[in-house]
């Protein structure tokens, strides 16, 4: 059969570090980067006879998460131990949450073309990160650093309701934008902060009982994760046609070589031996407690793209892009106000800023000027002290070597000419080079003034100023 005769089906869950300045049952610091193994204490090291205190901004930013994705928040609620050993993990189990979440019965709308579709979220709960090992290919071995043992993750899982690559990046791009938005993660996926496990099946059309799945580990990367179920839906569609089955078994996604390949069976809940956890009390929640959250949560994506195409009347598409990031719509804001020109503002990130990220595999999170540069750079092609095309070299000066954009341009010597004198010449020197686009123009092919203007500002190397190289030409031509 061929692969359009199967229905994908695919569920996520998804980690986020939670932006807690200690763990989650420690004061010892999560700040990310430190030499190995620094900030850890006998309690996220399991050393015998220590006992864990919950932080309590864990919880806080658990709830805030479930009200901003409509779950129902639970009054009462516990941790568990997941029993497994990993040599990441040094109590050999991991405190989570099991049958009594924080957070249940969610949801995020999302948009796909033209169509809306709400995703269901199952759950989201508490549970402590494990520690990370760094494989060592030279001595054969490998290195435990526990600074991430005990860092605090929410764990998000998705209903299986997503039905195509193109679902899946428009859920997991919201949800990380919904999480940056409330201030609860970072969500800095370079980082680990943001990370998913991904559950595929496939299933004949028209089935409705549910293929084997298979889980992907720990994805970091949206690109990634596009590959990866491309790859996995091509592999199991081959398996069952050539008469084979699908092992349900937890699975690793080799970047170079495109390639899933197994790591060991998949786990059910039952293989973990939960039991509540006997070294934590209860979590009880009162209605004040759960109130007082929901009414100082901040604006929301939805909230505020509303608001911009309102306050600011940006297209549906433009609103959509910058308000998709917190950190993108941060910089339209503050550079908007500082140099009063939010059209302007909006086009450098839709356009150039929006090219330059994706160009470069960053997250908006990432980009090392500030609101005050990118105003800056506005005000000077406003005043006509640089040209849109040499705004275009400074912002990629920005990215490499961030600085005041006026500083960029002395360096550079980009400073536009604005000498009528001085622009004339050029446009003579322009004219005379180039007698067949004069008779074009003249013959009324307008497309000939371009041309010309195009030559001067190659021949300035974009320094001219092009409303002035215009004028002149008009002038010129018309004579």
């Given at each position: 059969m061929a692969r359009e005769d199967y229905e994908v089906v695919m569920?996520?869950?998804?980690?986020?570090?939670?932006?807690?300045?200690?763990?989650?049952?420690?004061?010892?610091?999560?700040e990310f980067g430190a030499e190995p193994n620094t900030q850890v204490c006998p309690i996220c090291m399991a050393m015998p006879g220590t006992l864990p205190v919950l932080n309590e901004k864990v919880v806080e930013y658990a709830v805030k998460a479930g009200l901003a994705t409509n779950c129902e928040i639970s009054r009462n609620s516990k941790n568990d131990r997941k029993n497994y050993f990993y040599p990441d993990l040094p109590k050999a189990y991991q405190i989570s949450q099991y049958d009594q979440p924080l957070c249940e019965k969610g949801y995020i709308e999302i948009e796909v073309g033209q169509e809306k579709k709400k995703i269901g979220i199952t759950r989201i709960h508490i549970e402590e990160d494990a520690g990370k090992l760094n494989h060592d290919e030279y001595a054969g071995g490998s290195l435990v650093d526990l600074n991430r043992a005990g860092v605090p993750l929410i764990e998000i899982v998705s209903e299986p309701d997503l039905r195509s690559i193109e679902e899946v990046d428009c859920y997991l791009k919201k949800l990380k934008s919904i999480l940056e938005y409330i201030e609860v993660s970072d969500c800095k996926m370079q980082e680990g902060s943001f990370r998913a496990d991904v559950n595929v099946s496939i299933r004949l059309k028209g089935d409705t009982k549910l293929g084997t799945r298979t889980e992907m580990k720990n994805m970091n990367s949206f690109r990634s994760i596009s590959r990866a179920i491309d790859y996995e839906i091509g592999r199991q569609v081959q398996a069952l046609d050539n008469g084979g089955?699908?092992?349900?078994?937890?699975?690793?996604?080799?970047?170079?070589?495109g390639k899933t390949f197994s790591m060991r069976d998949k786990q059910d809940a039952q293989d973990y031996r939960y039991f509540p956890e006997p070294d934590l009390v209860a979590i009880e929640l009162s209605e004040e407690y759960i109130e007082n959250i929901k009414n100082n949560l901040p604006e929301l994506p939805e909230s505020r793209r509303r608001r911009y195409l309102e306050e600011y009347h940006l297209s549906e598409k433009d609103a959509g892009i910058i308000t998709s990031?917190?950190?993108?719509?941060?910089?339209?804001?503050?550079?908007?106000?500082?140099?009063?020109?939010?059209?302007?503002?909006?086009?450098?990130?839709?356009?150039?800023?929006?090219?330059?990220?994706?160009?470069?595999?960053?997250?908006?999170i990432e980009i090392p000027f500030t609101a005050d540069n990118l105003a800056k750079l506005v005000i000077l092609i406003d005043k006509g002290t640089i040209s849109s095309s040499i705004g275009k070299k400074v912002l990629e000066e920005l990215f490499e070597k961030p600085r005041d954009p006026e500083d960029i341009i002395k360096e550079k010597g980009w400073v536009q000419i604005s000498d009528e004198n001085a622009i004339k010449e050029i446009v003579l020197k322009i004219i005379n080079d180039n007698p067949q686009s004069v008779i074009d123009f003249k013959a009324g092919k307008d497309r000939a003034l371009g041309f010309l203007v195009g030559q001067a500002m190659k021949e300035t190397k974009g320094k001219a100023n092009p409303q002035m190289l215009n004028k002149l030409f008009l002038e010129e031509l018309r004579k």
């Open positions: 569920g996520l869950e998804v980690h986020a570090e939670l932006s807690t300045k200690t763990k989650i049952f420690c004061s010892c610091s999560t089955k699908i092992e349900q078994e937890t699975l690793r996604w080799d970047e170079v070589s990031s917190k950190y993108l719509s941060n910089l339209f804001e503050e550079a908007s106000e500082i140099c009063g020109n939010h059209k302007a503002v909006n086009n450098w990130i839709i356009s150039d800023i929006s090219r330059i990220l994706n160009e470069k595999e960053m997250d908006p």
